[in-house]
Nanobody, 124 residues
């Protein structure tokens, strides 16, 4: 089992920045690739970004490419999502998730463990 706890969400004005953190406990963190997803009210959960076990490969949704950066610190069992140039359309609950396989990054079904989510609200 892996327990994931997100933090760092909040209310920010358009154009601002936030950094989300996801702390993991349980099994070896470095054995898992990690992803960030988000879900806005009335919409399906969507892929945001993912990172390989060692951190050498990253993947982004087109909607956040160039604005968001995913990173991880395996010594701290934590994955981060730096979000810059935030837009009202980024408003959602953000979830981190862990997967054992390094493929199929954007699909929710491959992720074994999920956090409870943190709310991000971007005002215009």
């Amino acid at each position: 089992q892996v327990q994931l706890v997100e933090s760092g969400g909040g209310l920010v004005q358009a154009g601002g920045s936030l950094r989300l953190s996801c702390a993991a406990s349980g099994r070896t963190f470095s054995a898992y690739a990690m992803g960030w997803f988000r879900q806005a009210p009335g919409k399906e959960r969507e892929f945001v970004a993912a990172i390989s076990r060692g951190g050498g490969r990253t993947y982004y949704a087109d909607s956040v490419k160039g604005r968001f950066t995913i990173s991880r610190d395996n010594a701290k069992n934590t994955v981060y999502l730096q979000m810059n140039s935030l837009e009202p359309e980024d408003t959602a609950v953000y979830y981190c998730a862990a997967r054992s396989e390094e493929r199929g990054w954007a699909g929710t079904s491959g992720y074994l463990y999920w956090g409870q989510g943190t709310q991000v609200t971007v005002s215009s």
